[in-house]
């Protein structure tokens, strides 16, 4: 289980997160919906901690950590238990796919080479590219580089896995590719936070819809909820301007 | 006295004599490269995390060894340490020159190469970086396994050009007196008053050497390419 408590965030004089609270239960797969700024990607980096947050609270399994506080070591902990997947994917560009996703496992957890290339090699077969180990990032398309990114993910074992719109800077046509894995992953009860828009993955997947804006949580709740019957007027304006169809509807 | 003004004979009768020099002119170049890439590093973290003061020291330092001739800073090395150092009661004035000539270019090929180092690193995307953090790598280790083999890879060229720069640099190291392949010209030609053959044989030395480098440059580049398949 994840919890995050009261978390604050600035950028100069820029309030970016205003005091967000999230649980995710675990097995759970929540994701976040908002427009662009509203703040899901600094949410995600410093759960992270690749932003340090300027206040609240983090507890995953017995780790309990104040953001502003957090010593090396408890950074260290939180980030062992946490996997990030990325928009751009962010690859090792001097290293194969294999290379990718023990990393994590040989260089900073001390894993034995042969036992880490055993697990990669398990989680590549398991996003599809048991025949892409030994490819380059410049050898792959958009889709398996993602993919990659996931099984990078994976590798590690963490208590969640973050995810900060991994489709969105894919080509349409290799987007399904991605989010039938992320199906997969989430079958498999891994605990997993989306930032989305793509709403066919949150009805089919979500156990719980997110809509944040300008820094807080305006609603949550279950996806035909969110989506189907928002509470809030903003909640409306947003998803009107992303699905279309709706403005039918009304 | 030989006739005429050039006698290509003669060439080949000073080569070995221009080639016994040889050693000297490696040895400053060798020494300067590997301490003054130590030193190129050193100054490319200062100014890549902007520390307060050493970057400014820094910057000054780097337009200063890049916007001055190397004879320039030869002599001011030569003469300028020892009397800085003398001014803290450290005596070096009788240190061989060899040791303020090596030390010139190495303070020279740290600047030049402080900014090679600084474009290689700061153009592999920082989202690797993040990446290598968020599985658990320590800062080090990010910039050992993730940025610098990239850097490396992208400064080949520059560097390879550097090194060549820097032979030919070494050139005037005469003017201090000492005796590389340049300073053993210059003795043949002040003793027998043929100058072109010891020039033409200088040539065709740094020429060799030159060319050598650059397919080596070339294989390396080519080597890392190929593994990485970009
Ligand atoms: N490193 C940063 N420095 C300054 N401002 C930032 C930084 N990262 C994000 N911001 C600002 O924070 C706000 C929220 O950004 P972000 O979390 O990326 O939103 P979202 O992912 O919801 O689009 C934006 O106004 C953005 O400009
Ligand atoms: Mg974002």
Same mark, same amino acid.
């Given at each position: 289980?994840?919890?995050?408590?009261?978390?604050? &965030?600035?950028?100069?004089?820029?309030?970016?997160?205003?005091?967000?609270?999230? &649980?995710? =239960?675990?097995?759970?797969?929540?994701?976040?919906?908002?427009?662009?700024?509203?703040?899901?990607?600094?949410?995600?980096?410093?759960?992270?901690?690749?932003?340090?947050? =300027?206040?609240?609270?983090?507890?995953?399994?017995?780790?309990?950590?104040?953001?502003?506080?957090?010593?090396?070591?408890?950074?260290?902990?939180?980030? &062992?238990?946490?996997?990030?997947?990325?928009?751009? $994917?962010?690859?090792?560009?001097?290293?194969?796919?294999?290379?990718?996703?023990?990393?994590?496992?040989?260089?900073?957890?001390?894993?034995?080479?042969?036992?880490?290339?055993?697990?990669?090699?398990?989680? *590549?077969?398991?996003?599809?590219?048991?025949? &892409?180990?030994?490819? $380059?990032?410049?050898?792959?398309?958009?889709?398996?580089?993602?993919?990659?990114?996931?099984?990078?993910?994976?590798?590690?074992?963490?208590?969640?896995?973050?995810? =900060?719109?991994?489709?969105?800077?894919?080509? %349409?046509?290799?987007?399904?590719?991605? +989010?039938?894995?992320?199906?997969?992953?989430?079958?498999?009860?891994?605990?997993?936070?989306?930032?989305?828009?793509?709403?066919?993955?949150? *009805?089919?997947?979500?156990?719980?819809?997110?809509?944040?804006?300008?820094?807080?949580?305006?609603?949550?709740?279950?996806?035909?909820?969110?989506?189907?019957?928002?509470?809030?007027?903003?909640?409306?304006?947003? +998803?009107?301007?992303? *699905? %279309?169809?709706? =403005? $039918?509807?009304? | 006295?030989?006739?005429?003004?050039?006698?290509?004979?003669? !060439?080949?009768?000073?080569?070995?004599? /221009?080639?016994?020099?040889?050693?000297?002119?490696?040895?400053?170049?060798?020494?300067?490269?590997?301490?003054?890439?130590?030193?190129?590093?050193?100054?490319?973290?200062?100014?890549?995390?902007?520390?307060?003061?050493?970057?400014?020291?820094?910057? !000054?330092?780097?337009?200063?060894?890049?916007?001055?001739?190397?004879?320039?800073? #030869?002599?001011?090395?030569?003469?300028?340490?020892?009397?800085?150092?003398?001014?803290?009661?450290?005596?070096?004035?009788?240190?061989?020159?060899?040791?303020?000539?090596?030390?010139?270019?190495?303070?020279?090929?740290?600047?030049?190469?402080?900014?090679?180092?600084?474009?290689?690193?700061?153009?592999?995307?920082?989202?690797?970086?993040?990446?290598?953090?968020?599985?658990?790598?320590?800062? #080090?280790?990010?910039?050992?396994?993730?940025?610098?083999?990239?850097?490396? /890879?992208?400064?080949?060229?520059?560097?390879?050009?550097?090194?060549?720069?820097?032979?030919?640099?070494?050139? #005037?190291?005469?003017?201090?007196?000492?005796?590389?392949?340049?300073?053993? !010209?210059?003795?043949?030609?002040?003793?027998?008053?043929?100058?072109?053959?010891?020039?033409?044989?200088?040539?065709?030395?740094?020429?060799?050497?030159?060319?050598?480098?650059?397919?080596?440059?070339?294989?390396?580049?080519?080597? #890392?390419?190929?593994?990485?398949?970009?």
């Amino acid at each position: 289980m994840i919890e995050i408590r009261d978390i604050h &965030k600035t950028f100069g004089h820029n309030l970016v997160l205003k005091g967000v609270d999230l &649980k995710v =239960d675990k097995g759970e797969v929540v994701v976040i919906v908002g427009p662009s700024g509203s703040g899901k990607t600094t949410l995600l980096r410093c759960i992270n901690f690749l932003e340090r947050a =300027d206040a609240g609270e983090i507890s995953i399994g017995d780790t309990h950590v104040a953001f502003r506080q957090a010593t090396a070591r408890q950074v260290s902990t939180i980030r &062992k238990q946490t996997a990030m997947v990325f928009q751009n $994917y962010n690859l090792f560009n001097n290293m194969t796919a294999l290379g990718n996703v023990m990393e994590g496992l040989v260089t900073a957890r001390k894993v034995p080479k042969k036992e880490a290339e055993a697990v990669s090699r398990a989680v *590549l077969d398991q996003v599809g590219l048991a025949d &892409k180990c030994d490819a $380059y990032p410049s050898q792959l398309s958009g889709g398996q580089q993602q993919r990659v990114g996931i099984a990078r993910a994976l590798a590690l074992n963490p208590e969640v896995i973050l995810f =900060d719109e991994p489709t969105s800077a894919l080509d %349409p046509e290799l987007v399904g590719e991605v +989010l039938s894995v992320m199906k997969a992953v989430a079958r498999k009860h891994i605990t997993m936070v989306v930032v989305t828009h793509e709403m066919s993955f949150a *009805l089919e997947i979500a156990s719980r819809v997110i809509f944040m804006d300008g820094g807080v949580v305006v609603e949550e709740g279950a996806p035909q909820e969110i989506f189907l019957r928002p509470k809030e007027e903003r909640t409306r304006q947003f +998803l009107r301007r992303i *699905l %279309p169809e709706t =403005d $039918y509807t009304i | 006295m030989l006739n005429g003004l050039f006698d290509p004979a003669t !060439v080949f009768i000073y080569l070995p004599r /221009l080639l016994s020099k040889l050693p000297v002119t490696l040895l400053i170049v060798v020494t300067a490269t590997l301490l003054g890439a130590a030193g190129g590093m050193l100054l490319a973290l200062v100014r890549l995390f902007r520390t307060p003061v050493l970057n400014q020291a820094a910057v !000054v330092y780097i337009s200063f060894m890049r916007g001055t001739p190397i004879v320039v800073q #030869l002599f001011l090395v030569f003469y300028g340490v020892p009397w800085l150092l003398d001014h803290v009661g450290i005596d070096i004035n009788r240190w061989d020159k060899l040791f303020f000539v090596i030390l010139t270019y190495t303070l020279n090929t740290a600047a030049f190469k402080a900014e090679v180092f600084r474009a290689a690193l700061q153009s592999v995307p920082s989202g690797q970086a993040e990446a290598a953090y968020a599985v658990g790598l320590t800062r #080090l280790q990010c910039f050992r396994r993730i940025i610098a083999p990239q850097a490396l /890879l992208i400064a080949l060229p520059s560097l390879g050009t550097g090194l060549a720069a820097l032979l030919q640099d070494t050139s #005037l190291a005469y003017t201090l007196g000492i005796i590389d392949v340049m300073g053993q !010209v210059h003795a043949i030609a002040s003793g027998t008053n043929r100058m072109l053959e010891g020039y033409v044989g200088a040539a065709i030395i740094f020429l060799t050497l030159s060319v050598a480098l650059e397919k080596g440059f070339g294989r390396i580049e080519a080597n #890392l390419l190929i593994k990485r398949h970009h």
